[in-house]
């Protein structure tokens, strides 16, 4: 059975850091794509980051536009988790964030397999 436990989320004040991590179990973990998505009050779910391991030294990564520059996405293959380090939090960063994983066949469609249960971000101004 796959899970993805999300951890690491809180109440912050703009400016500030938080990690968020994610420990996968149940699943080939380093042939996944993982993801991170954030959802926010009354908000569609939206796309944060994700990350993709070649199977050498070679990793993968895209951000959405509006974190660029201000979080990062790294995996730990030998733990099984990922995590977002997110800095210079602003208000609008407020969300339920999700990590994910999707397996090659379903990143081609861009879909994702597996979800966990999100952690809360509250960033305050």
């Known amino acids: 059975q796959v899970q993805l436990v999300e951890s690491g989320g809180g109440l912050v004040q703009a400016g500030d850091s938080l990690r968020l991590s994610c420990a996968a179990s149940?699943?080939?973990?380093?042939?996944?794509?993982m993801g991170w998505f954030r959802q926010a009050p009354g908000k569609e779910r939206e796309f944060v980051a994700r990350?993709?391991?070649?199977?050498?030294?070679?990793?993968?990564?895209n951000y959405a536009d509006s974190v660029k520059g201000r979080f990062t996405i790294s995996r730990d293959n030998g733990k099984n988790v990922v995590y977002l380090q997110m800095n210079s939090l602003k208000p609008e960063d407020t969300a339920v964030y999700y990590c994910?994983?999707?397996?090659?066949?379903?990143?081609?469609?861009?879909?994702?397999?597996?979800w966990g249960q999100g952690t809360q971000v509250t960033v305050s101004s």
């Open positions: 994910a994983a999707s397996d090659r066949r379903s990143y081609e469609r861009g879909q994702y397999d597996y």
């Open positions: 990350i993709r391991w070649s199977g050498t030294s070679t990793y993968y990564i």
């Open positions: 149940g699943l080939t973990f380093s042939s996944y794509i």
